[in-house]
């Protein structure tokens, strides 16, 4: 993004609906434009977006799009609002950063948040990078990119996603780290049959495979597996709370099983609770040590990264 403003949003302000719309309003029209399209800019179409990232807040991200747009039209009332098809796309974005460069440059704290206003630069959508077909729970190819990248695997692992789905994970991993194999394991035959290997044939890996597999009892031999990464039922869309608190109880054994001595596991879920719950039984303490819980972003939701490690 190209940006033309940047700002903080007082803490006071974004705790209200009608103060934060107002603010963004007021940056857009004192954003310094006029460095991304001149000061007698030619006629052209525009569309505002904004996106709330990982922060949430009670003014939907339409509402906000529209205060940032009709602020924008104002400054170039010659220029026409089109959905589609469009010129340029006005952005909004606000976060919150650790990036220490960032917060020195900005004279601000870590919990400060952080508002950019700018032009955005076109590029592909990286969701159909790798992938031809989509699950209705298909993990973003960047965050399953960024799970093979916190796993490294070292050369000649085997690393297992016993939940693969359409094989995001495996096919991430495998061209990340082409001298590892990457193994998935779904249950649901025509997601694995049809879109999974529809998937791994598109991106043309060679040391990737998927196979039809039950992540309850997974017909793979003791000790055979380095490092596992999957992204764990959650959600409404796999099913209900009371099914898939079943399911995790069997999935921890199943992984100490098949995970060689000293094996790691990251997993990513957004059952919080139930996985705490999970790790507090007597037999799960045993077998696992809780390495770290990094908290991440997925669609708006709140979702956690357990890193785990098997015990002797």
């Known amino acids: 993004m190209l940006v033309a403003a940047e700002t903080i949003i007082p803490i006071n302000t974004f705790n209200e609906a009608d103060p934060t719309c107002q603010f963004i309003s007021h940056i857009t029209q004192n954003g310094n434009w006029e460095t991304l399209f001149g000061k007698q800019a030619e006629r052209a179409t525009f569309r505002a977006t904004f996106k ?114 359409t094989g995001t994970i495996p096919i991430e991993g495998a061209s990340r780290f082409p001298n590892t194999f990457w193994l998935g394991g779904e249950v649901k035959v025509k997601t694995l049959a049809e879109k999974g290997r529809g998937n791994v044939l598109h991106a043309n890996l060679q040391n990737v495979d998927l196979l039809l597999s039950d992540g309850r009892k997974m017909c793979l031999r003791d000790g055979t597996v380095d490092t596992i990464v999957s992204d764990w039922p959650w959600g409404l869309r796999e099913n209900s709370f009371q099914q898939i608190q079943g399911l995790y109880p069997k999935f921890m054994k199943q992984m100490w099983r098949v995970l060689q001595p000293e094996g790691k596991a990251y997993i990513v879920t957004q059952g919080n609770k139930l996985m705490h719950r999970v790790l507090k039984y007597d037999w799960c303490q045993r077998q696992w040590k809780v390495d770290d819980i990094v908290p991440i972003g997925i669609g708006g939701y709140d979702v956690y990264l357990f890193i785990l490690s098997k015990c002797q």
Not at 145 to 159: K, T, W
């Open 52 to 165: 709330k990232g990982a922060l949430k807040h009670k003014v939907p991200s339409q509402e906000i799009a529209g205060y940032i747009g009709a602020a924008f039209g104002e400054l170039y009332d010659e220029w026409k609002v089109k959905m589609t098809g469009f010129d340029y796309e006005i952005m909004g974005i606000w976060f919150q950063s650790d990036n220490v460069e960032w917060l020195k440059r900005l004279s601000v704290s870590d919990q400060s948040i952080i508002l950019l206003l700018g032009l955005n630069i076109p590029i592909e959508d990286q969701k159909y990078r790798n992938r031809l077909f989509f699950g209705r729970t298909s993990l973003n190819p960047c965050i399953a990119y960024c799970l093979a990248m916190i796993a490294q695997p070292r050369p000649g692992q085997i690393v297992l996603d016993m939940c693969c789905g």
